[in-house]
């Protein structure tokens, strides 16, 4: 795979359930990030991974959402006991340490 | 607090005619600067980045970014636009190393033929 992965590219469930969304990084890229793309609120910054370091959970809305890193590679975010208002897209991104960020397609979340 | 800020939420131009799009940032040291275009229904593809150096830079599809610490700016130029660059721009920043992205708002581009 060329590029960063993510699954599902669209989900739909009802308010108070939990969703899990995965993303598979570029190889060899050390740092992953989510972010979350909602039309009132722009592109948001929410957690990043930066190899085995502790990761940067300042943009977290809420402890509603976690998100955790296996191996240094795939991570999922989780979303529990969900809210119309986390409707979004959820952007997962990774790079090599000071290169740029590479995008996946993004998962779009609709919370009904 | 770290910024970036795009004035201008809609731009239309006509096919074959020149382009800029504005992004101002607020930092407290010179950031690292980005330029990136979002399809419909697609990720974030990079045109551009500014890490130091020469403060004209080249992108993909016949995409430059000026850098102007003067301005605090780093506006997007094509001299020459195509139906096909109709998409929503963003401008980012972050403060280096494996920092995240700040965002700005976007921009929607929209090409008359």
């Known amino acids: 795979g060329a590029g960063v992965s993510q699954s599902p590219s669209n989900k739909v469930t009802e308010k108070g359930k939990d969703v899990e969304l995965r993303c598979d990084p570029i190889s060899g890229h050390t740092a992953l990030y989510w972010y979350r793309q909602s039309l009132g609120q722009g592109l948001e910054f929410l957690i990043y991974?930066?190899?085995?370091?502790?990761?940067?959970k300042s943009g977290l809305p809420s402890d509603r959402f976690s998100a955790e890193r296996t191996g240094g590679s795939v991570s999922t975010l989780t979303i529990q006991r969900t809210q119309q208002e986390d409707s979004a897209v959820y952007l997962c991104a990774s790079s090599q340490l000071n290169q740029p960020q590479h995008f996946g397609d993004g998962t779009r979340l609709s919370i009904l | 607090a770290q910024s970036v800020t795009q004035p201008d939420i809609h731009i239309t131009v006509s096919e074959g005619a020149s382009l800029e799009l504005r992004c101002n940032y607020s930092y407290g040291a010179t950031p690292y600067l980005f330029w990136y275009v979002q399809s419909p229904g697609q990720g974030l593809q990079l045109l551009l980045k500014y890490f130091s150096g020469d403060t004209l830079v080249q992108g993909i599809k016949g995409f430059e970014a000026e850098f102007k610490r003067s301005q605090s700016s780093f506006n997007l130029r094509k001299p020459s636009v195509h139906w096909s660059d109709a998409a929503e721009y963003f401008c980012?920043?972050?403060?280096?190393?494996?920092?995240?992205?700040?965002f700005g708002k976007g921009t929607h581009l929209i090409i008359q033929p």
């Open positions: 980012a920043g972050s403060g280096g190393g494996a920092d995240g992205l700040t």
């Open positions: 991974f930066q190899g085995n370091s502790a990761p940067d």
